[in-house]
């Protein structure tokens, strides 16, 4: 007579309650898990955003610049009155040495001042 054989066959398993608590605690900690890394993904997605949104607005200022030929920038400039002729005022660019305007003086620039440490009358 042949003798009996073991072999392995995929058959339901019903779940103990034990084994029911086990996967249960494993799922909670996976989806924990889960929505961690998902947070970490927006801040790090959040965070090359900032960078790429950063590195695009410094091209656009080189573009407009380079396009453009020039920027505006703060530039020293000395005024001198009475200059080319009375009552007008000439603005110069100390670094070109350019003359930015020509101008009409205002009233208050017509004023000439007191020389230093003269005393001034009050009425």
Known sequence: MKQPTTEQEMLKHEFTDEELRDLASALAKDTQDL?????????????????????????????????????IRGV????????????????????????????????YETQEELPAGCPTLIS
Do not use: W
């Open 76 to 107: 020293k400039c000395e005024t001198t009155f009475h200059d080319p002729e009375q009552g007008q005022a000439t603005t110069t660019r100390m670094d070109t040495g350019e003359i930015v305007r020509v101008r009409e003086m205002e009233q």
């Open 35 to 71: 929505d961690e890394r998902r947070g970490e993904k927006k801040q790090v997605v959040k965070d090359y955003d900032s960078q790429i949104a950063a590195k695009e607005s410094a091209i656009a200022v080189a573009s407009r610049k380079y396009n453009n030929g020039y920027e």
